[in-house]
């Protein structure tokens, strides 16, 4: 199956820190605190920090600066989003990937790209979503660890996904536990966090409006949030000290697959209809709330119309 969900919806226009700065404390309440808290989702955000990783945290990057961080998958999606965050926090960001002539599977340019490092993240994504995934995650999980340890790297960072030990029928979330496994055995300090998917997700694996007027798709329950979020609680543990243990991270509205695309084609003004009920893709397998976040989980602020309006 490969992997649709490859996106390029990032961020919009040239990027100063100022301005980002200026973006990411968008995300933010007027006190300058994150509005992230713990729980479970509901209606409506609630706004005061109370989680001990947001907390105690001044200002809406980073306060940590001059560390030196790589970030590996640095132009994905979310990888991208932590790029921007960290510089604009004062690190020294390197940002690596398979077009950049870093190839975590055969290790070409990782152990120069380590030398020096306080902070490896590791943001690379399979190709696919098959068996091919959990070989992916594998070699590149191994490859990593190994290297980091021979470059003395204090903290490896790697975002995993919500759920993903609920799922074990689907190649692409066992390859994610995998993962896990493989880190919290490896011999460098770490943090994990897991993410619910993103709306930039959702939207990037709609079917093209040539597929026709209708597009079906399962009831998942998902719990999305902005990449950017994700991204700003990564860079946050990523200039913390490791956690070496999991965090969740995850948005603030329950809602059916079905829903999140019918409002995002509504708002991109896309006349199709969503109908409840396909059974392809990734998420057909995942017929019920197993990709929901439990108790204790961080809860991002942005919901999916303030998304989409934003
Ligand atoms: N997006 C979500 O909603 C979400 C939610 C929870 C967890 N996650 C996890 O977060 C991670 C990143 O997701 P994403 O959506 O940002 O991924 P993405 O947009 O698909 O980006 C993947 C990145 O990996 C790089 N890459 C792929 N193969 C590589 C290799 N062999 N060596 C070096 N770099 C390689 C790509 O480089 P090129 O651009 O150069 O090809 C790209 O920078 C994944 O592990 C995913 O499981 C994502």
Same mark, same amino acid.
């Given at each position: ?133 959990? @070989?992916?995650?594998?070699? =590149?999980?191994?490859?990593? /660890?190994? #290297?980091? !340890?021979? %470059?003395?790297?204090?903290?490896? +960072? ?56 209708? @597009?079906?798709?399962?009831? =998942?329950?998902?719990?999305? /949030?902005? #990449?950017? !979020?994700? %991204?700003?609680?990564?860079?946050? +543990? ?73």
């Amino acid at each position: 199956m490969p992997n649709q969900f490859r996106t390029s919806v990032i961020a919009r226009g040239p990027v100063t820190a100022e301005g980002l700065a200026q973006d990411v404390n968008s995300l933010f309440d007027g006190r300058g605190g994150p509005a992230y808290r713990i729980g479970r989702a509901q209606a409506a955000p609630v706004r005061s920090p109370v989680h001990s990783f947001v907390t105690g945290i001044p200002s809406a990057v980073p306060s940590v600066r001059g560390m030196r961080i790589v970030v590996i998958g640095g132009t994905g999606l979310i990888g991208t989003w932590m790029v921007r965050i960290l510089r604009a926090g004062g690190h020294d960001v390197a940002a690596h990937s398979l077009s950049t002539g870093l190839d975590l599977r055969s290790e070409k340019g990782l152990p120069q790209a380590l030398n020096g490092a306080d902070v490896v993240v590791n943001l690379t994504n399979s190709p696919t979503y098959d068996r091919a995934a959990p @070989v992916f995650f594998r070699e =590149t999980t191994e490859n990593l /660890l190994l #290297a980091a !340890e021979d %470059a003395e790297v204090g903290h490896l +960072v790697t975002l995993s996904v919500v759920g993903a030990e609920r799922v074990p029928r689907l190649p692409y979330f066992r390859a994610k536990v995998l993962q896990e496994d493989l880190i919290e055995a490896g011999p460098v300090p770490f943090s994990i966090m897991r993410a619910t998917q993103t709306f930039e997700l959702v939207e990037a694996m709609l079917p093209p409006a040539a597929s026709g007027p209708t @597009v079906r798709l399962p009831a =998942t329950a998902l719990q999305p /949030l902005a #990449a950017k !979020e994700v %991204a700003w609680m990564l860079a946050t +543990v990523s200039a913390g000290e490791p956690l070496e243990g999991i965090r969740d991270v995850a948005g603030p509205e329950v809602l059916t697959l079905a829903e999140v695309a019918q409002a995002t084609l509504s708002a991109r003004g896309d006349n199709r209809t969503v109908v409840t009920g396909g059974d392809a893709g990734l998420f057909a397998a995942v017929p019920g709330d197993e990709l929901l976040a439990d108790a204790g989980a961080t809860i991002a602020p942005t919901t999916l119309e303030q998304w989409l309006g934003r």
